[in-house]
């Protein structure tokens, strides 16, 4: 028994490590983002979060952090859904103060 907990434990973690981030279903690579992209955070009325975000797409107001099947994500806060991002190798290099609240700069980490 224990040998198959550990097992699926193992499995679990690899997969959670090769998570990948795709925004409406693309999936971002450096050949379609370059080194930066740029993060909005769209808050609800229960204090969870959703991201737009442009990677220098055609229409990026439009586009959301999804998973491979378009599916949006939403996050429990702001601090969750940048360590995911940080995770996914992605850090924050400049935060913008917007009438409408702040935007993130990212910057690949590797």
Not at 9 to 31: D, H, M, N, T
Not at 43 to 49: K, S
């Amino acid at each position: 028994m224990k040998k198959i907990l550990f097992t699926l434990a193992l499995a679990g973690s690899s997969l959670l490590a090769s998570a990948q981030i795709y925004v409406e279903g693309v999936k971002l690579e450096p050949s379609n983002t370059g080194q930066y992209i740029e993060i909005d955070p769209l808050f609800r009325e229960d204090g969870r979060c959703a991201f737009q975000v442009d990677y220098g797409q055609a229409n990026p107001k439009e586009d959301y952090l999804s998973d491979q099947h378009g599916r949006r994500f939403d996050f429990r806060s702001l601090v969750d859904g940048l360590n995911f991002f940080y995770e996914e190798g992605w850090q924050v290099d400049q935060v913008s103060v917007m009438d409408r609240g702040r935007r993130y700069l990212l910057k690949r980490r590797y």
